[in-house]
């Protein structure tokens, strides 16, 4: 019988679930005794590692203190001025500043808002148009529902946020005909620069920088959803560092914490008109913000561990990152299988490559291409079954056909 825990993502008649017990560094346990490779870093968010008794006593030490508090005026506190310096300092814009939230979701429609709101204070309120990408993944809020290109992610939840449009992923020739047809309506363009959750799919050659000049020359803001991208995962602090193309905004969450505390945010620059107000408008209308923005300022839980402790676990991660994956980062030799930085994680590969080539010896289960960069590559599976089980392999996740590649695997997890 189903249990009262209503999963995300699954049948909610599903009742076997695997049972995680304990997790060190790149490997995770069930109350089985059984022993995985966290190939996908869970959710694409532990890129430091499970089991770091560091962050754990610092977010002890911190809640001992103050748990939380809200950040509405007139309240600030050390923790989140410092995480906010220590993002600026990283961020793709100049001259950026930080918006939290609690998740991802929530940073993407935050983004969508600003977005929106930016152009208002700018003396354009007809800018409401956000162009997004089919087969991108923009999380579960009702913007992020509305921008997804994931026609299953949206399917029943109609109807959604008005003047949001997707059009074909890598398709620069639809973009810009959007683009000239609504040329003084856009607010925004907003794309994962490596899509992750439709599959893995990295920009074609030149892809992001056409939509920077689109961008450019229709007035719009150019959104880089970071939120898996961001922190290493591409050997770079963001996909705008590895790809050397700015965004306006950059919506982060996932690796910031690694998954030991939820949070998110939105980081925007003052590059392109209207931006400059945009910060303008955040110091002088904060109450309207506030109205807009209700949830996102409350209950924030910023520990030491995502001020001092965050920089340096990140800074690590990048390190191992770069060690680990310096051959694909050169831009040499074949990508590597995804699984995240961790002491252990060289070894690890070797065993996700072993489970690969068990999968691949399994009929009727055979490999693919693997397309990714960094940290975050996809496995073709020639299969249409959701789910496959093999010799040496416990669960394969996989999504379905996706613009011809059929099962692009986006996480894998070796017993
Ligand atoms: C690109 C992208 N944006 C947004 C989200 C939503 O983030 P969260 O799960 O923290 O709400 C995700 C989640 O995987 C994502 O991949």
Redesign the pocket.
Known sequence: MASAFLHPFAKPTKSDFITLVRGQGAVVYDDRGNEYVDGMAS??YCAVGHGRSDIADAIGRQARTLAAYSTFDPFTNAPAEQLAEVLVDIAPMADSRVFFTS???EA?DTAMKLSRLAHIQAGHPERTLIISRQRG????AYG?TSAQGIAPNREGYAPYVGDVVQVPADDVEALASLMSERASTIAAVLV?PIQ??GGVFPPSEGYLESVRRLCDQHGAHLIY?E??SGFGRLGHWFAAHRYGVRPDMVTF??AVTSGYQPL?GESEGDHLTPIPQLVGAIGRHVQKIGDHLERNGKSQFVDEFESAACRRTIEDSIDQLHDSWSESLDGGGSERLAYQATQSSVVRRVEVENGLGAVATAPPVSLGARQGVGGLVGVGLDVTTEVVAAQGVRDVFVTRENDGVSGAVHGIVLA
């Open positions: 959710l694409w998740s991802g979701s993407v993944y923009h999380g579960t992020g994962e992750g959750a959803d939120v898996i969450a996932k998110g």
